[in-house]
């Protein structure tokens, strides 16, 4: 048994093309909709960050930053945060940032989408419980969102 703390791992099965699933990934507006935060008119671009106003109910008053850092098309999109970052009161700059990698794999009956959280045993010991209580139930909610955008797109 996988006792880890230090990643998520989730993975779901999108039943469209490997374009479709790219695009709802690597549009940063088309990626805000479904994900909850509003980057339109941004771009994702590697060695660049992106910030937007979350609009996910009740977290309106925050901003999510990412550093994009890897852009592979149709394959791979990568970036770094500070996970679970929702007290408006912290500065959680000083703070180690997490990897967020999003993978496509062409599978029998459409694509194979996998996010991995990793780096988490680096948060600050009395964050990580919230961030892992967070994130793990988060990634859950984010992948059903992305497949049911991809669905009625």
Known sequence: MNTSTDRIERKVLIKATRARVWRALSDAAEFGDWFGVDFKGKSFAAGKAIQGRITYPGYEHLTMEVMIDRVIPERLLSWRWHPAAIDPTVDYSQEP?????????????????????????????????????????????????????????
């Open 97 to 153: 940032t997490t990897l967020v990698v999003f993978e496509l794999e062409e599978v029998d009956g459409g694509v194979m989408l996998s996010v991995v959280e990793s780096g988490l045993d680096q948060i600050p010991v009395e964050r990580r419980p919230t961030v892992l209580r967070l994130n793990n139930s988060g990634w859950d909610a984010q992948m059903e969102n992305v497949k049911k955008h991809v669905a009625k797109a």
